[in-house]
């Protein structure tokens, strides 16, 4: 990468664009609305669980002009969520401010392991043992959705919901590869504790993106 186009990615004018495409959202708060998705190459939270493990070397996805993305997004939708990889390792925002100036609202999931940057109209965490997130994104959350992979999950997210505030709404996943055992382990636990929610990846039960 020359000189010129790292300042651009440092400034968050370029993203690392690992691919875009408009389709439904299958998990959390908005499950069953369309939006387009934008996915930002680079993570090193390292979760063993990752469904797109090709999103974390940064290298391997071009520094794309965010104006051309925010082009591409107002042909389809107006909503967007900034995914990854783990997309706060960039500025968004530059890519933000852009993206509400044209009505779009900007919605993003994250780990909360780099600094909050960015304009957002809803702002998902998503911790992770691995990289834990910075005090300052806990406050920002509209959204706490912890992935449940064993019990001791369960322990981990009621520490994370302490930490959140009161406006966040709360959700448990069962990760995919375990969704048969742990769904009606979160099942059980939502039943007995009605402050959190069931998140489920109904984009994979529907064969979606």
Same mark, same amino acid.
């Given at each position: 990468m $020359? =000189?010129?186009?790292? $300042? ?5 004018? /370029? ?6 495409f408009?389709? @439904?959202q ?15 190459g680079?993570?090193?939270?390292? %979760?063993h669980w990752c469904?797109? =493990?090709?999103?974390?070397n940064? *290298?391997l996805?071009?520094? #794309? +002009?965010?104006d051309?993305?925010? $082009? ?7 909503t967007?969520v @900034? ?6 390792m960039?500025?968004m925002?530059y890519?933000? *401010?852009?993206?509400? =100036? ?17 304009k ?6 998503s911790?992770?043992? #691995?990289k /834990?997130?910075?005090?300052? %994104?806990?406050?920002?959350a509209?959204? +706490? =959705?912890?992935?449940?992979h064993?019990?001791s ?14 406006k ?6 069962p ?6 055992? /742990? #769904?009606?382990?979160?099942?059980d636990?939502?039943m ?5 929610? @069931?998140? +489920?990846q ?5 064969? @979606?993106?």
């Open positions: $020359d =000189k010129n186009t790292k $300042d651009l990615v440092d400034k968050g004018i /370029m993203l690392p664009l690992m691919e875009e408009y389709t @439904i299958g998990e959390g708060a908005h499950t069953g609305t369309a939006a387009y998705f934008i996915r930002v680079g993570c090193d939270v390292g %979760c469904d797109v =493990k090709e999103s974390w940064a *290298e996805h071009p520094p #794309t +002009l965010a051309t993305i925010v $082009d591409n997004v107002k042909k389809y939708a107006n967007v @900034i995914t990854g990889g783990e997309p706060l960039w500025s925002d890519i933000t *401010e852009n993206l509400q =100036k044209n009505n779009i609202r900007t919605h993003i999931e994250t780990s909360g392991a780099y600094s909050f940057s960015g957002w109209n809803w702002f998902c965490l911790p992770k043992k #691995t /834990m997130p910075l005090a300052e %994104c806990y406050p920002e509209d959204e +706490l =959705k912890m992935i449940i064993n019990k999950d369960f322990d981990f997210a009621e520490q994370e919901a302490a930490k959140v505030g009161a966040c709404q709360l959700y448990l996943q990760e995919w590869s375990k969704k048969e055992k /742990m #769904t009606a382990e979160i099942v636990y939502v007995k504790n009605p402050k959190w929610k @069931i998140s +489920l109904t984009h994979k039960y529907l064969n @979606i993106p």
